[in-house]
């Protein structure tokens, strides 16, 4: 099973890729982490993408259609993945297809802009393995260390206020029309992003099994 998840910035894509990870047992896919190491790491395509993720641009679509080919080339993609933060723009899409990628479903985690502020205000990532918590919402055991790998968890950079904003705007005017691209094809479900992170991730399930 090949899945997409749709949503703003800070609307849980990781969180509930996560969950569909363990229930299916196939990999989910962040282009934003992939991104993110890449630049930790100061590979080529980091230092072309550092000034874009920076200042919430998006990065090249070369650049990002590139590390994600890579990717699914992957012995582990073999029984399917979840793609998580890929496609963002129509381009990337296309070039999904193009690629000959079956998508089964895009599960949409709709959160209305209002929240996405909040959330992203209190959002922590490990430095190390990328696993995302938030201050209140999906706090770590222990204040500032990783519950999955014990690495040191800090604010990321593109989650200062201005910064955000930016992105906000980047996805409705880039990825916002995705939603359009394949409720065309029949693949769109809509996901209500609930309170508690646990019935968001009982409704992403039922979208994903239905
Ligand atoms: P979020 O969904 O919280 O905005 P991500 O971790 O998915 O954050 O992505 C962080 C940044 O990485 C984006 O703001 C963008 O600069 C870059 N990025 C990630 N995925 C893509 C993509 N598919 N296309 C272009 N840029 C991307
Ligand atoms: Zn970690």
Same mark, same amino acid.
Request: hydrophobic share 35%.
């Given at each position: 099973?090949?899945?997409?998840? @749709? ?9 509930? /890729? ?5 229930? =299916?047992?196939?990999? /989910? ?10 630049? $930790?790491?100061?590979?080529?395509? +980091?230092?072309?993408? $550092?000034?874009?993720?920076?200042? !919430? #641009? @998006? ?17 582990? &993609?073999? +029984?399917?993945?979840?793609?998580? !933060?890929?496609?963002? %723009? ?5 070039? @999904? ?10 599960? #949409? ?12 205000? +209190?959002?922590? *990532? ?11 919402? =999906?706090?770590?055991?222990? #204040?500032?260390?990783?519950?999955? &790998? +014990? ?11 201005? %910064?955000?904003? #930016? ?19 029949? $693949?769109?479900?809509? *996901? *209500?992003?609930?309170?508690?992170? /646990? ?8 979208? *994903?099994? /239905?």
């Amino acid at each position: 099973m090949n899945l997409i998840l @749709l949503g703003a910035p800070g609307a849980g894509k990781g969180t509930q /890729a996560e969950v569909i990870c363990a229930a =299916k047992g196939i990999p /989910a896919i962040s282009t934003g982490n992939m991104l993110r190491e890449a630049v $930790k790491n100061g590979t080529e395509s +980091g230092l072309a993408a $550092k000034k874009y993720m920076d200042a !919430g #641009e @998006l990065v090249p679509d070369e650049v990002v259609i590139g590390i994600l080919k890579d990717r699914i080339a992957e012995p582990d &993609c073999k +029984g399917g993945f979840i793609l998580d !933060g890929f496609p963002r %723009t129509v381009p990337q899409a296309e070039a @999904l297809e193009k690629m000959g990628v079956n998508i089964d479903k895009v599960i #949409e985690i709709y959160v209305p802009d209002e929240k996405i502020a909040e959330r992203l205000g +209190g959002r922590r *990532v490990c430095e190390s393995c990328g696993n995302s918590y938030h201050v209140v919402y =999906k706090p770590t055991k222990v #204040e500032g260390v990783c519950d999955a &790998c +014990g690495g040191r968890v800090v604010i990321r950079k593109d989650d200062e206020p201005a %910064t955000v904003l #930016e992105r906000l705007k980047v996805y409705h005017e880039k990825t916002a029309p995705l939603k359009d691209f394949y409720e065309k094809r029949g $693949k769109l479900r809509t *996901v *209500v992003g609930q309170e508690e992170v /646990a019935e968001t991730s009982r409704l992403t399930l039922e979208a *994903v099994n /239905a």
